[in-house]
């Protein structure tokens, strides 16, 4: 099994275009919100939808007998290095957004730190 | 849209707090019979409830990471939504994603027809429970009231708790406004000739008293606001200045002179061409190859590890030589599955030693250099023998200490190791090596070289780094600009300016003066009769390593040296023998008390947060504490050991 960490942003993008990648044989999802690093950033009923957000597409990959698990990280993208390294993931998946939000001389220090395959959506 | 409020699902009734090790079956069971018990379920649906908690789980773990997880389950016979909260400080293995056992576990029980209202409310308490500051609060609490309240939100800390700090930071500030006015009305310059000579008689005057009282106050102020409200360093150094500037204790003109420019630009340059060579990964190379003689033995590695930390970070500073070697640690320890925390400590603490070895190591070896007009052969002739044989000595004690920690079944792979270490481009590493030599060579050779161009002390050490990073920004032509953005840290050179500025404002309105002459008075106390005619020098230096040493422990470094460096320079005016060697205690017991707390020095912050980062654990207060106190006690005896001995037997 492969351990595939799924940063969720959109969820029709996600069904649309991520799902039909994803095997229930082959792969273990771990999805993951990268929340802002301060809740003044955000407002609280982002944050809630977020959530809502997640815990309905688990339910949704656990109905297709996906195995799923959630797991929560806040900040910047660089901190999902760390969740990579913890669950050793074989690939990352993750919005676009994100990784735009990296300034010019970060990518390659994103890059370079990160120990798996990584996919942008 | 499904409109709640986390105190409608939640009950202070149905929080419980749990001492007893528990396995997950265990707590289910538990739950189950606390719900029958208030009636929220029925004899039979005690079974259902279990056996639906551990199918939920089977389906995947509702453990979230850091010490939570959330079952949640819909069961029929049910009409409403309601939460139950069970927290046990023993770690309940839950198979969460992050590894980690969990402390808090929060259930969510829903009835089948409610199952969209049921993710709002889960997605509620999500939230909720990944805010760190109610996180961290809730897993300290051990009252089910307040952690009912701190998931609902209707925890309100005490007026106390809330604003304790300001309290203390007024409280403080009266008290140093009134010790201040009580020691320097009434502490006076003796009127002896040498302090007529210096002119420091003018010091007893009622308009100097004055300014000394105001210097005072807001250099401590500064020190006090600056240790309880880190973040705001640079603002409490700003304020401090403008309120100097403002009431007339200082002028414009005197003001730039005492922020110490060319420190500050030596320390700037230094920080960008750090940067350069480690994007180049020239210390990384270097270290790991030099590991290749030491592999065999753990324990050899071990030590091996600690003895480069501490020479790297007297080559180049604490900072950089911390975060090579600690990578390097992190690797070894993953490879070998041992503990972490002996590599953290023990290379933490060589560093800290470490970083006495030369001018370069540490900013107040930088600032003493500048200050107390030292070469790096000054250095190398005194800290530099002190700080090897101390790192000797601890790290013999630190390898010790943890030698069956660091034993490992499974052999190191150098060779794995450097391939995980990603060595850079060897070409540009050669290039790098070449200009690192060239640095070394010029700051060993500046005292000759300056002498022999007849040029000011300490330009051929400016203008050796000045030429390196004029070097670098040529080289890399477009990526240049990174290296002069991101390689000092400005928050801290702006500080470091406003530090030095205040601290020497102690010595121009004549407070250290005033300082000098106690600590010469409590130097003839105790008379060392062992010490012929150097008993007051010896007791002086003494005091100054001990309070140095300390002080650094809980306030930064820099602070102390800082305002301790004019007291010396006026020691040394007052004419104490072979006083010059005031600047080693001074610098010794600055690097060296950095050890005392993991808030004594940068290279501690640094390595605690590459170790949460890596480990996603936090490190305590009291776990630094039991080593630190023991290594800084032992470094700071035998350092003082090693001084008396210089300044007994040196000319």
Redesign the interface.
């Known amino acids: 099994m492969l351990n595939v960490i799924l940063v969720v942003n959109e969820e029709k993008l996600i069904k649309s275009r991520i799902c039909p990648l994803l095997n229930k044989e082959q792969h273990k999802v771990v999805l993951t919100g990268l929340l802002s690093q301060s809740s003044e950033t955000k407002t609280i009923e982002e944050e809630r939808n977020q959530w809502q957000n997640l815990f309905s597409l688990r339910e949704e990959f656990e109905r297709n007998g996906y195995a799923v698990s959630i797991i929560t990280e806040r900040g910047s993208v660089f901190n999902l290095i760390n969740i990579v390294q913890t669950i050793s993931a074989d690939i990352l998946i993750l919005p676009k957004e994100k990784f735009l939000t990296l300034a010019q001389d970060e990518y390659e220090d994103f890059l370079t730190q990160l120990s798996c395959a990584l996919m942008l959506y | 849209m499904f409109d709640f409020e986390l105190k409608d699902i939640f009950s202070p009734d149905l929080v419980f707090i749990d001492s007893e090790p528990k396995t997950q079956k265990e707590v289910f069971a538990f739950v189950a019979d606390k719900l029958k018990e208030k009636k929220l379920i029925s004899d039979n649906q005690v079974s259902e409830v279990i056996s639906a908690l551990n199918s939920r789980e089977e389906?995947?773990?509702t453990?979230?990471?850091?010490g939570i997880a959330i079952p949640h389950i819909t069961f029929k016979n049910s009409n409403k939504i309601f939460g139950f909260i069970y927290k046990n400080d023993k770690s309940i293995e839950w198979q969460?994603?992050?590894?980690k056992p969990v402390k808090l576990i929060v259930f969510l029980f829903a009835p089948e027809a409610k199952r969209q209202e049921y993710?709002?409310v889960?997605?509620?308490v999500?939230?909720v429970l990944?805010?760190?500051q109610v996180l961290e609060k809730i897993l300290k609490e051990n009252d089910p009231l307040k952690i009912y309240k701190l998931l609902t939100g209707e925890y309100e800390p005490s007026f106390w708790a809330k604003y304790s700090k300001y309290f203390y930071f007024i409280f403080g500030v009266l008290a140093i406004i009134i010790l201040a006015k009580l020691f320097l009305s009434y502490v006076k310059v003796p009127n002896l000739e040498i302090y007529e000579k210096l002119d420091y008689l003018k010091f007893n005057e009622p308009v100097w008293i004055t300014k000394e009282i105001i210097a005072t106050t807001l250099f401590f102020s500064m020190v006090l606001g600056t240790l309880l409200f880190f973040r705001y360093r640079v603002a409490f150094g700003a304020a401090a200045l403008s309120l100097l500037l403002i009431a007339g204790v200082m002028d414009i003109e005197t003001t730039v002179k005492f922020m110490s420019i060319p420190t500050i630009l030596f320390i700037v340059a230094v920080m960008i061409m750090v940067k350069w060579f480690e994007d180049k990964g020239v210390f990384q190379y270097l270290v790991i190859k030099a590991l290749k003689y030491f592999y065999g033995s753990p324990l050899l590695l071990f030590g091996a590890l600690m003895f480069f930390s501490c020479i790297l970070a007297g080559l180049v500073d604490e900072v950089s030589a911390i975060l090579i070697t600690i990578g390097i640690a992190v690797e070894i320890s993953r490879h070998t599955k041992t503990n972490i925390i002996p590599y953290l400590l023990g290379l933490v603490m060589a560093t800290n030693v470490g970083s006495a070895l030369t001018l370069i190591g540490n900013p107040i070896g930088i600032y003493l250099a500048f200050a107390g007009k030292l070469t790096f052969l000054d250095f190398l002739k005194n800290s530099t023998v002190i700080s090897i044989l101390t790192a000797i000595l601890i790290i013999g004690l630190i390898v010790y200490i943890y030698r069956k920690q660091i034993k490992s079944k499974i052999a190191i792979d150098i060779n794995e190791l450097e391939s995980k270490m990603?060595i850079k481009d060897k070409k540009e590493i050669s290039l790098a090596i070449i200009i690192f030599i060239i640095f070394v060579i010029l700051v060993i050779m500046h005292s000759f070289l300056e002498k022999a161009l007849r040029v000011e002390e300490r330009t051929v050490l400016l203008a050796t780094v000045l030429a390196i990073v004029g070097f670098i920004v040529l080289r890399e032509e477009e990526r240049g600009r990174?290296f002069i953005e991101?390689g000092p840290d400005w928050w801290t050179v702006l500080y470091f300016m406003f530090l030095f500025a205040n601290a020497a404002c102690l010595e121009y309105t004549g407070v250290t003066a005033k300082v000098a002459h106690i600590i010469m008075n409590a130097g003839q106390i105790l008379p060392l009769h062992f010490m012929g005619n150097l008993s007051q020098s010896a007791n002086v230096l003494t005091i100054l390593l001990w309070s140095s040493g300390l002080l650094s422990g809980f306030v930064d470094n820099l602070p102390v040296v800082a305002a301790l460096v004019p007291v010396v320079k006026d020691l040394i005016a007052s004419g104490l023998p072979k006083a010059n060697i005031l600047w080693w205690s001074l610098l010794i017991g600055g690097c060296f008390g950095g050890n005392l707390t993991m808030i004594g020095s940068t290279a501690n912050l640094v390595a605690i947060g590459v170790f949460e980062?890596?480990y996603?654990r936090k490190f305590s207060f009291k776990q630094w504490l039991k080593l630190g106190i023991i290594i800084t006690l032992i470094t700071l005896l035998f350092a003082n050991f090693l001084l008396l001995i210089k300044l007994r037997f040196s000319r």
């Open positions: 389906i995947g773990s453990g979230l990471g850091k969460s994603i992050d590894g993710l709002s889960l997605a509620e999500a939230r990944n805010l760190p990603e990174y991101k980062r890596s996603r």
